[in-house]
C-alpha cells in the first residue's frame, strides 16, 4: 500500500467534508467515504471501489459546484491509482 497516496486521499476527503461551500449532502459522502476508507475489516481494493462508487454517485448531482466535482474527480483518480497498487 502507498501509505503516502492513502493518507492524501483521507486529507482530501477530510477536506471536502469541512468545505462549506459543497451541498450539505455531498460533505456527508465525502464523510462517510473517509469512513468506508479507514474501516480495516475489508481489503483496501474493496474500500476503495465502495468510496469510488459513493463518490461517483454524487458527482452527478447538478447541484455540486464546480470546484466540488473538480475535488470529487481528483479524489476519485487517486483512489483508483490506491486501489491498483
Not at 6 to 11: K, M
Not at 31 to 38: F, P, S, V, Y
Amino acid at each position: 500500500m502507498n501509505s503516502t497516496l492513502y493518507n492524501e486521499v483521507v486529507y482530501l476527503l477530510e477536506e471536502l467534508s469541512q468545505d462549506s461551500s459543497v451541498p450539505k449532502n455531498v460533505r456527508k459522502n465525502a464523510q462517510d467515504a473517509r469512513t468506508k476508507l479507514e474501516s480495516q475489516k475489508t481489503s483496501l481494493d474493496i474500500r476503495c471501489a465502495t468510496a469510488i462508487s459513493m463518490l461517483d454517485d454524487i458527482s452527478n448531482d447538478p447541484n455540486v459546484p464546480s470546484h466540488g466535482r473538480e475535488s470529487l474527480y481528483t479524489i476519485i483518480s487517486k483512489l483508483e491509482a490506491l486501489s491498483k497498487d
